[in-house]
């Protein structure tokens, strides 16, 4: 079973900057897209940046020129570098990834458990 493991969550100041890592675990299986998602309170889980295997990305609206998404997939991890943070970016943030398992037609789909981003103004 594969699990998503996130860290780099805190407390920053808006115009800061942090970065979060999101690390795959289990064996035998192969990713295609990861992603990361933001769930403010009261509002619905969005998308934030996905990252395909080949390296293509996509952003939100709201994060583009300021988010960027990277992945090491020797080490099934994918990062989220957050600069120019603005306090509408608090949210929990959660990582997620797909792909099947090796010499296997099964797939999965996965979530971390989320981490924590406060922006203070």
């Known amino acids: 079973q594969v699990q998503l493991v996130e860290s780099g969550g805190g407390l920053v100041q808006a115009g800061g900057s942090l970065k979060l890592s999101c690390a795959a675990t289990g064996s035998a299986f192969y990713i295609n897209a990861m992603g990361w998602h933001r769930q403010a309170p009261g509002k619905q889980r969005e998308l934030v940046a996905t990252i395909t295997a080949g390296g293509s990305t996509d952003y939100a609206d709201s994060v583009k020129g300021r988010f960027s998404i990277s992945r090491d997939s020797a080490k099934n991890t994918v990062f989220l570098q957050m600069n120019s943070l603005k306090p509408e970016d608090t949210a929990v943030y959660y990582c997620?990834?797909?792909?099947?398992?090796?010499?296997?037609?099964?797939?999965?789909?996965?979530w971390g458990q989320g981490t924590q981003v406060t922006v203070s103004s």
């Open positions: 997620n990834a797909d792909g099947h398992y090796s010499g296997s037609p099964l797939t999965f789909a996965t």
